[in-house]
């Protein structure tokens, strides 16, 4: 029996050391991705925006609600909540609608470059973002 533990605690410790990077890599991502989506949905602005002095508002300038934030996050994270799904259940369908979503929120970033300034999650969600010195408190 001793022979049978020393095997399994060895493939348990390689499995360890060529999975853990892998892991780790993953938490880190997804604790980053957490953190930044819960301060661009509750403040408004991520830190590139607060660098840059920008802010969300909605249409008239005014801070933005938590409803419309959470509209703007959806949409512009909706790839990515589509490969969740699909890496987590047996909805294997939602793999290529997170591709497709993917090049729907490329392209609708895009829409930034016209005279409206307004990317399709901001259409979407009646939201836009202005200079913070811009906006109507």
């Given at each position: ?64 609600s ?37 090049f ?26 202005y ?7």
């Open positions: 029996w001793a022979g049978t533990w020393r095997v399994t605690g060895a493939i348990f410790g390689y499995i360890v050391f060529i999975l853990g990077p892998f892991i780790g890599i993953a938490g880190g991502v997804s604790l980053s991705l957490t953190i930044n989506s819960l301060i661009e949905t509750f403040s408004g602005a991520t830190l590139g925006k607060v660098i840059l002095g920008l802010r969300v508002g909605d249409l008239l300038g005014k801070p933005a938590q409803k419309a934030l959470w509209k703007r996050w959806a949409v512009k994270n909706s790839p990515s909540i589509c490969f969740l799904i699909s890496f987590l259940t047996p909805l294997a369908f939602f793999a290529p609608l997170g591709t497709l979503l993917s729907v929120v490329l392209f609708g970033s895009l829409l930034a470059l016209f005279p409206a300034r307004q990317t399709l999650h901001d259409a979407l969600a009646g939201t836009a973002v200079r913070e010195r811009e906006m109507n408190r």
